[in-house]
Structures are given as C-alpha cells and as structure tokens.
C-alpha cells in the first residue's frame, strides 16, 4: 500500500509541476502581450486623415494649396523632421512644434502648375522624429493650351 501511495504522489506531483509550468508560459506570454502594446503605445505614430488629393483640371499657371490633416494617434510626442518632394513645383509647409499625443496639425502642399500640362501626380515624404514615413499624393489634369496645340500640329 505504502508504494502505491508513493506513486499516487508522485504523478500528483508531476501533474502539479505540469500545470504549474503551463500556468507561468501563460504568465510570460501575456507578460510579451502587454509589453508589445505598451511599445505600441509609447512610440508617436503620424495618421492623416486623407493621403490623395485630386485638385482636378487646372489652367496652366494656377497656384493651388490643400492641407492634409494629421495626427498622433501614439503615444510619445513627436515632430516633422523632413519632407521630400518628388518636384520643384511643390512647396511644403508645416509646424516645426513638436505633437503631442491626441494632438492634430496640418502640412500644407502648394503646387505651382506653372509650366506643367496632362495628367500629373506628384509624391510627397513626411518623415517624423519617431522614424515613420508617410506617402502623400496630390494630382491634378492641367490644361495647356500650348502643349495641346503642339501635339495637335503632330498628329
């Protein structure tokens, strides 16, 4: 009797030890869970409300602006470091103030049709302090009547 109360003790044991284990692999791996969302959460992470903007056709020379709005939906502040424009017939304005978490501000994109015609679009990099690049794109159909009438004299 006393052997098998032994081993009845000991696969208790064992059973014990097992769930044990699995308890703590359990514990560490929503440990890892917590500890990537709150990753998640401290870093600042740019959202724009709108990354294409159409302006439609436009008259050869037309200057037109658009702001894109944005915002930090992280959480640690960041700011704009740099944007990269795809041609010279785009300026770039933004605040240079560092965003808060929740807070929202605007880059504004001027786009000069000066010497431009057909359908065109043209990219914009915003790259914050937080290491995010975000793609912006505006375009637009612009009529030039002198290009139009030098493909015409083509044809």
């Known amino acids: 009797?006393?052997?098998?109360?032994c081993k009845s003790l000991i696969i208790i044991s064992f059973f014990v030890l097992a769930?044990?284990?699995?308890?703590?692999?359990?514990?560490?791996?929503n440990m890892n869970?917590?500890?990537?969302?709150?990753?998640?959460?401290?870093?600042?992470?740019?959202?724009?409300d709108k990354k294409i903007h159409n302006f439609g056709t436009l008259k050869v020379g037309e200057i037109v602006s658009f702001s894109f709005k944005f915002r930090n939906a992280?959480?640690?502040?960041?700011h704009?470091?740099?944007?990269e424009k795809s041609c010279g017939c785009i300026?770039?304005?933004?605040?240079?103030?560092?965003?808060?978490?929740?807070e929202s501000s605007l880059v504004e994109v001027v786009f000069d049709t000066a010497n431009e015609w057909g359908n065109l679009i043209k990219y914009l990099t915003i790259e914050t302090s937080a290491g995010e690049r975000q793609e912006l794109q505006i375009g637009?159909?612009?009529?030039?009547?002198?290009?139009?009438?030098?493909?015409n004299k083509q044809k």
């Open 19 to 29: 769930l044990s284990c699995a308890n703590q692999k359990n514990r560490e791996n």
């Open 140 to 151: 637009a159909y612009i009529e030039n009547k002198q290009f139009n009438n030098l493909l």
């Open 80 to 83: 704009i470091v740099e944007a």
């Open 1 to 5: 009797m006393n052997t098998f109360i």
């Open 74 to 78: 992280g959480g640690s502040p960041f």
């Open 33 to 48: 869970k917590d500890k990537k969302s709150f990753d998640k959460k401290e870093s600042g992470k740019i959202v724009f």
């Open 91 to 102: 300026s770039v304005q933004y605040s240079n103030n560092t965003i808060l978490p929740g």
